[in-house]
Every structure is written in C-alpha cells, then in structure tokens.
C-alpha cells in the first residue's frame, strides 16, 4: 500500500523556522519525484516544491524561494521541506504527493498525505 505521512507542522511566530518530513512507503522511492504542496482555507492547491528522483531536479514555487529548501533522504524514504523566514502568508495545511517527474501542478500528482498544518502567526 502506497503511504505518504507528513509531519513537523505547528505554529510559529513569523520569521521562524519549521522543517516538513514527508515519510514514503509501499512503492520504489528511488523511482519517483515527491512535491510539496499546500492550501489555505478558501484557495486553491498551490505547489510548493518538488524533488526529482536522483535528486536531479527542484522545483521552487516563487513565493518560497530563497527560503525553503527541499531535500530527499533515500536511506529514510523521506522528503524534508525546511521553512525558513515564514510568513503569515505560508499559513496552509501541506501536503505531500508522488508522481512520475517534478511539477509545480497538482493535477500530476497522486498517493497523497493527509496534510500537516502550518500557522505562522504575526
């Protein structure tokens, strides 16, 4: 069974730091690219960003970049998204999903998380 589990949600002040885990099971993490995403009450999905398999390739929506930085721990199956300099802005619930090549777009994406919530107080 395909699982993705995130973790490392709360709140924090804003310019505080938090880092995201994404933990994978059930399929072949090697073969596969993991995105973040995330939604705020009342929005749309946005992505976030995404690591490739091999770590080839990242993708950084414009709004994180310069302070998120994504990274991949094949021995752990895991994804991190370490936040830093956080914004009201970033309040959302994040998600992590699968899919066969990196992308800003949701629509590409499956096997998701049940999300970790984000709250970046001012």
């Known amino acids: 069974e395909v699982q993705l589990v995130e973790s490392g949600g709360g709140l924090v002040q804003a310019g505080g730091s938090l880092r995201l885990s994404c933990a994978a099971s059930?399929?072949?993490?090697?073969?596969?690219?993991i995105g973040w995403f995330r939604q705020a009450p009342g929005k749309e999905r946005e992505g976030v960003s995404c690591?490739?398999?091999?770590?080839?390739?990242?993708y950084y929506a414009d709004s994180v970049k310069g302070r998120f930085t994504i990274s991949s721990d094949n021995a752990k199956n895991t994804v991190y998204l370490q936040m830093n300099s956080l914004k009201p802005e970033d309040t959302a619930v994040y998600y992590c999903?699968?899919?066969?090549?990196?992308?800003?777009?949701?629509?590409?994406?499956?096997?998701w998380g049940r999300g970790t919530q984000v709250t970046v107080s001012s």
């Open positions: 999903a699968a899919s066969g090549f990196c992308s800003g777009s949701y629509v590409y994406f499956g096997s």
């Open positions: 059930g399929f072949t993490f090697d073969d596969y690219a």
């Open positions: 690591i490739s398999s091999g770590d080839v390739d990242t």
